[in-house]
């Protein structure tokens, strides 16, 4: 749509997006906001060159008709833009305008486009003043202005106190006093050390303190002691910009872009419960606008309902033009610089098998049916078009720098602007707000300047340098609404052979750290496991719901799959509804499902509390009571069972096989100690030799079995230990072949527990 288009569409809805048809009301004569006549036709047909000539014809063929004055000052005020060549249509406007309030001193039209046009000129005092002119007409004429009027001159009005409250929305004071300090590790923020810094030289305080956030975030972060907020001076601004929106869409629910701005504050406010009803009624009045979705589904998300954000996020990406809905999938930002050019390189195809698996491997949480870090990303692109679009300029919010930003890093634990007072003159410094956005104590900090009153801000040339570098070493960051935390789960993986020769089983066993999740005994625990291949689709998952107990909770996992290179996650949380946002336990990361044959090999070393026969001469596995150790930790003294299989021995033609095994346990150390261990195995102690060169046990072992397949179980009773880490390295050789396998696995020494009934 030409520019032409577009002016003569807005003109012909009252510039509100989404209106509804006239009313009677507004059909009345010298009370609509649409142009009349042969000039309104001329504007339908996206002519307004035409009708601007038809409209000064009106005029100078009948001097006093008011209507005529206030549709050319109208049409000319639309067509003016606030740049300083477009003064002559300004001042033509501004005639006109003049001249029909003239004629019709309390019109509430002629009125509204007066302080328009004055607001457009930055003339923000005199313009609120003859908008609250035209509303206090307007009310004066109850019932005869349209709804859809009232709402736009409300929205005009709560605009104006928009682009004055942005000015000091998180406005600080820096006494000068705390100026003196801005450096760290060799780093200066002062003009002598940062001569070659750019912002810092040219921007004065605003700049030394950005430069001093950027390079010195810790130091910058306990500097935040010393400022002065400010913005509570302007709260009444604040305030009246918030009714003023809320009357337009108590006017007008079907006022998008009224509701689309008090989205923004309510957001900033966190003030998700006022946040739904605006955006539930704006997806009512304005079901085919994919705002209302997409900002419906922020919301949602925001509170934790993951499944109904998504849905909305589904449905306003669906209403979005090809280009824009390209922008919720594309995942460049959050990929570091090499891995982005490649995925840039990628057909389409490639790029959706890529996406399923970079947001797969980020998801948080894998009990839920959607994937929170996928929905994360369409709500931060969301957000960044609701808090940082220009429709005027026809600027999306996420093309934006700071859009840019919030993209990859969220919200910022710390925002805020500088700085108040200090110019008196024209510069651009004085007609300037820097923007301050810190994650943390640590960093990354980043600064943004922008003119006042308006929203576009742009990196400072310190902090673009820094984003640009974060590209290749940590280009996003997400902290989850959902969970609101995460607290690791002790586990250990053991693999045995499966049923057949190709199969692997996989033994999982873990601990739920109830503490953590704040559930005791009587409380149920959500829990499930998951794997997955390396491209993160699913290969198989359990989801089942476990009563808390008093001992605690314990989970065991087992399946069977074939070779294969695979990751694993296992979660548990208390039980409740996806709405309900709650702390998770989670352990994830990588396991090789390696095969066992054919020939000599044993499995894994499966470390326990407890390994005790059920039957005398046990000689099968479920002929045995395992207690698993399910976090590969033990107290000092605590004596360490093993159960491990070895498969392929030889044997003889009584069916009879044998073995020699050698156990070694140290110091996971730069020396690697040796310990000396004292074992059980069956019903025969075995000691170690006594004496320095003696470095492990060695016992031999004869066994009837069925196949290639022979189960074995010990324990070992450890000298009282240092807390640390430690190895047990099992080898064991067949003595008809000679062949030797071996396998190891580390564990830990933890302090006694404390007795506190003692």
């Not at 044993?602 to 509390?609: C, F, M, T, Y």
């Not at 020396?671 to 074992?679: C, H, K, Q």
Request: charged share 25%; net charge negative.
């Amino acid at each position: 749509m030409t520019r032409t288009r577009v002016l003569a569409a807005a003109l012909l809805c009252g510039g509100l997006i989404g209106a509804q048809p006239p009313t009677e009301a507004v059909g009345q004569v010298g009370d609509s906001a649409g142009v009349a006549g042969r000039a309104g036709e001329l504007l339908a047909a996206g002519d307004t060159a035409a009708a601007l000539l038809a409209l000064r014809e009106r005029v100078r063929d009948d001097a006093d008709d008011g209507r005529a004055w206030l549709d050319l000052g109208r049409v000319l005020a639309a067509q003016a833009t606030e740049v300083e060549s477009d003064i002559e249509a300004r001042l033509e406007a501004k005639k006109a305008l003049e001249k029909a309030l003239d004629l019709r001193p309390d019109d509430p039209f002629a009125l509204l486009e007066y302080g328009l046009l004055l607001r457009k000129q930055q003339v923000g005092v005199d313009a609120i003043r003859v908008l609250e002119r035209a509303w206090r007409a307007a009310d004066e004429r109850a019932g005869t202005m349209p709804p859809a009027d009232r709402a736009r001159l409300h929205y005009e009005l709560g605009k104006v106190y928009e682009s004055w409250w942005i000015d000091w929305q998180g406005l600080v004071q820096i006494p000068r006093t705390a100026q003196g300090h801005w450096s760290c590790g060799g780093v200066g923020s002062g003009s002598a050390a940062d001569s070659t810094d750019v912002d810092a030289t040219a921007t004065g305080l605003a700049g030394r303190f950005g430069s001093f956030a950027v390079r010195c975030p810790p130091e910058w972060w306990e500097a935040l002691a010393t400022v002065v907020p400010i913005e509570e001076l302007k709260a009444e601004d604040r305030d009246r910009m918030l009714r003023h929106f809320r009357l337009a869409l108590a006017a007008h629910p079907g006022h998008v872009d009224a509701a689309v701005a008090l989205l923004g504050h309510l957001a900033d406010d966190a003030d998700w419960t006022e946040y739904e009803v605006v955006a539930r009624s704006l997806v009512e009045a304005a079901p085919d606008e994919a705002r209302s979705h997409l900002f419906m589904g922020l919301g949602l998300h925001r509170q934790g309902r993951s499944t109904s954000a998504a849905e909305h996020f589904g449905l306003g990406i669906d209403l979005l033009e090809e280009e824009a809905r390209g922008v919720f999938s594309d995942l460049t930002p959050l990929l570091p610089a090499d891995v982005a050019e490649r995925y840039r390189e990628m057909d389409a195809e490639s790029k959706r098998r890529s996406d399923e698996t970079i947001l797969a491997s980020k998801d948080p949480l894998y009990l839920t049916e959607v994937n929170e870090r996928a929905l994360e990303h369409l709500a931060r692109v969301a957000w960044a078009e609701l808090k940082y679009s220009a429709p005027a300029s026809e600027t999306r919010g996420w093309d934006t720098e700071i859009g840019h930003i919030f993209i990859r890093y969220g919200e910022p634990v710390r925002a805020l602007q500088c700085c108040y007072g200090g110019q008196t003159d024209m510069s651009p410094i004085a007609l300037a707000r820097f923007q301050y956005w810190s994650y943390g104590p640590t960093g990354p900090n980043f600064y943004f300047w922008r003119f006042r009153t308006r929203r576009r801000a742009r990196l400072a040339e310190t902090a673009k340098t820094l984003a640009d570098n974060l590209t290749r070493v940590m280009p996003e960051a997400y902290r989850p609404v959902n969970p609101t935390a995460t607290h690791p789960i002790p586990l250990q993986i053991t693999r045995f052979r499966g049923a057949r020769a190709d199969l692997i089983r996989l033994e999982l066993y873990a601990a739920v750290p109830l503490d953590s999740l704040q559930v005791a005994a009587g409380d149920s625990l959500q829990a499930g496991v998951f794997l997955f291949d390396q491209a993160h689709a699913p290969v198989w998952r359990r989801v089942h719901d476990v009563a808390v107990t008093d001992p605690g909770v314990v989970l065991t996992y087992r399946v069977e799959v074939p070779e294969s290179t695979l990751r694993y996650a296992i979660e548990a949380r208390e039980v409740g509804p996806d709405t309900l946002p709650r702390p998770v336990a989670r352990v994830a990361g990588p396991v090789r499902a390696d095969p066992f044959g054919p020939g000599l090999a044993i499995s894994d070393l499966l470390l326990a509390d407890l390994i005790q026969p059920r039957v005398e001469g046990a000689s099968e596995r479920d002929q045995l009571t395992i207690v698993p150790n399910r976090g590969l930790a033990f107290e000092a003294l605590d004596p360490v069972h093993i159960y491990f299989e070895v498969y392929g021995l030889q044997r003889d033609g009584d069916g009879a096989a044998t073995y020699e095994a050698e156990l070694t346990v140290t110091e996971v150390s730069a020396e690697g100690r040796s310990l000396f261990a004292r074992v059980l195995r069956g019903a025969v102690d075995l000691f170690s030799g006594g004496g320095d060169e003696q470095q492990s046990v060695r016992w031999e072992r004869t066994a009837l079995i069925e196949g290639d397949m022979a189960p074995d179980f010990l324990r070992i009773a450890l000298p009282d230990l240092q807390p640390g880490s430690y190895r047990v390295l099992l080898a064991i050789t067949d003595s008809a072949t000679g062949r030797r396998v071996e396998r190891e696995r580390d564990f830990v020494v933890v302090p006694d527990a404390v007795d506190v009934d003692g």
